[in-house]
């Protein structure tokens, strides 16, 4: 019988810091290891875990109680969780014999100390240990001051989500899952000089522990060697690291809502362009999903985070799929009705809706 602890590594981080594209890379190229991952979701359309999915050539969806589970083509799993996911994590304990390693993708406004504490449970604790917390930084926005590309955008999450405590500054939830961590991953330093790489990583380094290491990355590229097997057992650790948020009682961040749009998309640029007006006119805080162009025979995938908005193929559609464009928004008060008469308006070159 397999009695081993399946080690899993807690990847957290500001929204926008680049959390996906690191587990996307880091599943591309797992180099043998079947690895689980778990990914907080919203909305109709589990954009982070299609997207994650698309490192495996195909997947079989074998279900879970509580979300998703999907197995990839190189071995792997991948889970996208809407709400508890204890019934997952005993899902993948009872296939721990085809488990290497677990990742978790927490959202971007998670606390990762009452996630580790919830390793100390006797029903988790048996089959899982927590192998290192991963934090990932935008290093551009730290470099300006801000910690989050968008720090509008992250504070109005958090206004959104009333079981969050809307007073205590940003700063403190960085402080936090820095805090935390046994590695910290600098991302997107290729736009940084020395000086600013420096002043970087001071701010960095005034919040971890002491021996934590910081390494750099550029569009979630890093060795999994790096990543995986720090062996750290946080579960039996964490009560000694001390937050600003010690004495809270665990909540769910993603109290905050979504809603999918299926607009008839001609131009890349001019849907970009939409997007971005879109985002200034409602309260959306983030923009991610798929898009169908006419005679592209690949799958445009788009994300946006506040006013900054990504875009790039990933893959060949499918024989058999359904060739048609989702957009999940997710924000505050949004009329899925109103949001797509606008949008479609604008795509077609009418004025811009009330």
Known sequence: ??????????????????????????????????????????????????LLRGCGIGCDEVGAPEGQLFELANGCLCCTVQEEFYPVMEQLAARRDQIDH???????????????????????????????????VDAPAVAAGRFAEDPVAVDALRQADDNLDH?????????????????????????????????????VRAETQPGVKLVQA???????????????????????????????????????????????VTDRERLLSALAALVERHDIYRVKGFVALPGAAMRLVVQGVGRRFDSYFDRRWAAGEARRTRLVCIGAELDARALQAELEAALAGGPALA
């Open 102 to 136: 677990l990742v978790i993708e927490t959202s971007g406004l998670a606390l990762p100390k009452p996630l580790v504490q919830a390793f100390q449970w006797p029903t988790i604790r048996h089959a899982f240990t927590v192998d290192a917390i991963v934090t990932v």
């Open 167 to 203: 007073e205590s500054p940003l700063s403190e939830l960085f402080e936090d899952q820095l805090a935390t961590a046994d590695l910290v991953v600098l991302h997107k330093t290729d736009g940084l000089d020395a000086t600013a790489l420096a002043q970087v990583e001071a701010v």
């Open 218 to 264: 550029q569009h979630g590229r890093i060795d999994i060697g790096v990543l995986l097997g720090l062996e750290r057992a946080v579960e039996d650790d964490i009560d000694r690291r001390k937050t600003h948020h010690d004495d809270e009682e665990d909540h769910d961040h993603d109290a905050f809502e979504s809603v999918c749009l299926e607009p008839a």
């Open 1 to 50: 019988m397999q009695t081993r602890k399946i080690p899993a590594t807690v990847v957290t981080g500001f929204l926008g810091a680049g959390k996906t594209t690191l587990l996307r890379e880091l599943l591309a190229n797992a180099q043998g290891r079947r690895i689980a991952v778990i990914v907080n979701e919203f909305g109709e359309l589990g954009i982070d875990g299609e």
